[in-house]
């Protein structure tokens, strides 16, 4: 049984940084997406960073964290990351990591779009960030 487990968030001032995990149980190896998301309130869930598992150099960022956020994994922990720096008040969200083995293969920036491909979830994380 595949299963996501989110770490990390908190409470922070404006420039302030942390720094996301998502521990992924259940599955090993493949080639698949694996990204995160966050939920504004009121609306739909939303790509920020995904990351092609196989290899770990193909990434896509949200245009409104690119230069700011970076996406990785350490495979042999099986975790995924995303360091947040030079946050700003804006970013207040729940995150959540989420992926799918059976994502076809596609171009990153269209998988970060796809939040309807993937099936399994964490139960989110809360960032909070004060101006």
């Known amino acids: 049984q595949v299963q996501l487990l989110e770490s990390g968030g908190g409470s922070v001032q404006a420039g302030g940084s942390l720094r996301l995990s998502c521990k992924v149980t259940?599955?090993?190896?493949?080639?698949?997406?694996i990204g995160w998301f966050r939920q504004p309130p009121g609306k739909d869930r939303e790509g920020v960073a995904v990351?092609?598992?196989?290899?770990?150099?193909?990434?896509y960022y949200a245009d409104s964290v690119k230069g700011r956020l970076t996406i990785s994994q350490d495979t042999n922990k099986n975790t995924l990351y995303l360091q947040m720096n030079s946050l700003k008040p804006q970013a207040t969200d729940m995150y959540y990591c989420?992926?799918?083995?059976?994502?076809?293969?596609?171009?990153?920036?269209?998988?970060?779009?796809?939040?309807?491909?993937?099936?399994?979830w964490g139960q989110g994380t809360q960032v909070t960030v004060s101006s």
């Open positions: 989420a992926e799918d083995p059976l994502t076809p293969v596609m171009a990153a920036q269209q998988a970060l779009g796809s939040v309807q491909l993937y099936n399994y």
């Open positions: 990351i092609w598992t196989a290899g770990g150099t193909t990434t």
């Open positions: 259940g599955i090993t190896g493949g080639s698949y997406y």
